[in-house]
């Protein structure tokens, strides 16, 4: 039986990181943010945590992106926050906008349909979730960097972060990161599966071996329970989506139309890239980092908790909430496999 209050001794961060954060060694890596300008308040509140909590130590830089220019009173109060360098990016009409190439009257079809759900009759949402899947990591300003971290308007950070996320992420050859994992909505994934299922057919070269798909596929491959790490935390490495590999998903995927034709978040999209193209130890759990992004939360349980002195409730720690898929992360690194006993044999 697992006990997650108990998490295993595999995903602490080891001590050398947390003496790095007291050397002047640094990654290669920056804090991105993508916001619009009526996001200021909750972008204030996120970075004040940020800053408080682990940045103002590290200096990390920060760079934001918007599909239009941020106001002069955005740039002044966020920029007034730090102390680091920030730099404020215009988005690429042709990374932003839906294609021409998409049927119009099929995808307000679909938003009309879907209009009851979150964000289903919206447009922008979607032309934001094909970014977040395909063209963040290719603008200008992220182009010097070897890792992100995306942090979000409205969001927490529970506790002190006194080790080098980034230098963990290069030194331990980490690709993706994540604090939260559960299954994707039904109603917003038509297609994706077996449009998933298709590519890895075609593409068997591509597949790296030792993947995490097991973590989200059962062992014959015919059905995804829906676990997706949970995108609006995630600290990964930019080559991870500038491979070819994942380029060629994208593209795939994106040429399907799933992000007008049904409503394809980043979030499932990043969790099969990483799940496809990295090993699966190269995604990491980072228990260490209490998070919140309304309405889940990852409070870490002791002894992490008084180290960091987190400012939150372990028992509303979303791992142990019965949707949670961290069982499922652990179980791809039991001795038994990720479906249990001779997973290896069929
Ligand atoms: P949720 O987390 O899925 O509920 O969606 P959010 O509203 O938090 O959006 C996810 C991220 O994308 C946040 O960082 C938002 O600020 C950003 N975002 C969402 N829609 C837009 C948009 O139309 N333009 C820009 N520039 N950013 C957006
Ligand atoms: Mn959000």
């Known amino acids: 039986q697992k006990n997650w209050h108990e998490p295993p001794y595999k995903t602490r961060v ?40 682990f940045n103002h130590k590290f200096g990390y830089p920060y760079v934001f992106l918007n599909e239009v220019p941020f106001t002069e009173e955005f740039k002044k109060e966020v920029s007034a926050l730090t102390t680091a360098s920030v730099k ?73 972060i006194d080790f080098d996320p980034f230098l963990f992420m290069e030194g331990e050859d980490k690709k ?6 559960f299954p994707e909505f039904k109603r917003v994934i038509k297609g994706l599966w077996p449009a998933v299922k298709y590519f890895i057919a075609a ?41 070819d590999a994942y380029l060629k998903f994208f593209e795939f995927l994106d040429a399907r139309g799933g992000f007008y034709y049904s409503r394809w978040g980043d979030a499932p999209i990043h969790t099969f890239g990483a ?20 309405f889940f939360g990852h409070c870490p349980a002791e002894p992490l908790h ?5 400012e ?13 898929c961290l069982d499922k992360y652990d179980a791809l690194f039991s001795p038994d496999g990720p479906w249990g006993l001779n997973s290896n044999t069929s």
Not at 38 to 51: M, P, Y
Not at 210 to 239: K, P, Q, V
Not at 306 to 310: D, E, K, L, N, Q
Request: charged letters at 20%.
């Open 88 to 160: 404020f990016g215009l988005i690429p009409h042709e990374h932003w906008f839906q294609p021409d190439w998409i049927d119009e009257a099929r995808a307000s079809a679909v938003r009309h349909r879907m209009g009851p759900i979150l964000y289903g009759d919206s447009v922008s949402y979607r032309n934001m979730c094909r970014f977040q899947s395909g063209f963040f990591f290719r603008h200008e300003l992220l182009e010097p960097f070897k890792y992100y971290w995306r942090v979000e308007p409205d969001v927490q950070f529970y506790c002190d």
């Open 14 to 53: 080891p001590e050398k990181y947390y003496l790095m954060a007291n050397t002047s060694q640094r990654a290669s890596a920056v804090i991105v943010i993508l916001a619009r300008n009526r996001d200021l308040r909750g972008v204030v509140s996120s970075i004040t945590q940020f800053e408080a909590k």
């Open 275 to 294: 799940a496809l193209f990295a090993r699966k130890d190269q995604i990491h759990f980072f228990n260490e980092i209490g998070y919140l992004h309304p």
């Open 176 to 181: 993706y990161a994540f604090t939260i994992t």
């Open 203 to 243: 593409n068997p070269d591509l597949i790296t071996p030792d993947n995490a798909m097991g973590m989200l596929a059962d062992r014959t491959g015919t059905y995804w329970n829906r676990c997706h790490f949970w995108s609006n935390f995630e600290i990964a490495a930019f080559d991870l989506w500038r491979s």
């Open 306 to 310: 008084s180290r960091g002195r987190c």
């Open 312 to 324: 939150c409730n372990v028992t509303e720690s979303f791992d142990t909430h019965p949707w949670s």
